[in-house]
C-alpha cells in the first residue's frame, strides 16, 4: 500500500502564491507518476498537472498552464505544486495522487486552498 500526505493550503488573496507538497511512503518502488486534482464544491474532480516520474515530464490542465509547476524529488518520494497568480476560481481541495500501474490508483486526504478575491 502508499500512503500519501499533502500539505501547504491555505488562505491567499488574488493574485498570491501557494506550494503544495505531498509526501508518499509505503510501496512507492513502482510509481509511474504522481499528480494533483482539485475539487470545487459542487463540482467534480478536476486533473491539474502530473509528473512522471522515470522523465520528470510534467502535463498541465490548460487552466494553470503558464501559473502553477509541479516538479517532484524522487529521494523523498515528495512532489510538489508551486501556484502562482492564484485567482478565486482555484479555490478547491487539492488532492495528491500516485499511479503504479498508469492509472491513479491512491490518494491523499486532500488539502484546502482558498482563494478570496
Same mark, same amino acid.
Given at each position: 500500500? $502508499?500512503? %500519501?500526505?499533502?500539505? +501547504?493550503? /491555505? %488562505?491567499?488573496?488574488?493574485?498570491?502564491? %501557494?506550494?503544495?507538497?505531498?509526501?508518499? &511512503? /509505503?510501496?512507492?518502488?513502482?510509481?509511474?507518476?504522481?499528480?494533483?486534482?482539485?475539487?470545487?464544491? /459542487?463540482?467534480?474532480?478536476?486533473?491539474?498537472?502530473?509528473?512522471?516520474?522515470?522523465?520528470?515530464?510534467?502535463?498541465?490542465?490548460? &487552466?494553470?498552464?503558464?501559473?502553477?509547476?509541479?516538479?517532484?524529488?524522487?529521494?523523498?518520494?515528495?512532489?510538489?505544486?508551486?501556484?502562482?497568480?492564484?485567482?478565486?476560481?482555484?479555490?478547491?481541495?487539492?488532492?495528491?495522487? %500516485?499511479?503504479?500501474? +498508469?492509472?491513479?490508483?491512491?490518494? +491523499?486526504?486532500?488539502?484546502?486552498?482558498? $482563494?478570496? &478575491?
Amino acid at each position: 500500500q $502508499v500512503q %500519501l500526505v499533502e500539505s +501547504g493550503g /491555505g %488562505l491567499v488573496q488574488a493574485g498570491g502564491s %501557494l506550494r503544495l507538497s505531498c509526501a508518499a &511512503s /509505503g510501496r512507492t518502488f513502482s510509481t509511474y507518476a504522481m499528480g494533483w486534482f482539485r475539487q470545487a464544491p /459542487g463540482k467534480g474532480r478536476q486533473f491539474v498537472a502530473e509528473i512522471t516520474w522515470s522523465t520528470s515530464s510534467p502535463r498541465y490542465a490548460d &487552466s494553470v498552464k503558464g501559473r502553477f509547476t509541479i516538479s517532484g524529488d524522487n529521494a523523498k518520494n515528495t512532489v510538489y505544486l508551486q501556484m502562482n497568480s492564484l485567482k478565486p476560481e482555484d479555490t478547491a481541495v487539492y488532492y495528491c495522487a %500516485l499511479s503504479s500501474t +498508469g492509472t491513479y490508483d491512491y490518494w +491523499g486526504q486532500g488539502t484546502q486552498v482558498t $482563494v478570496s &478575491s
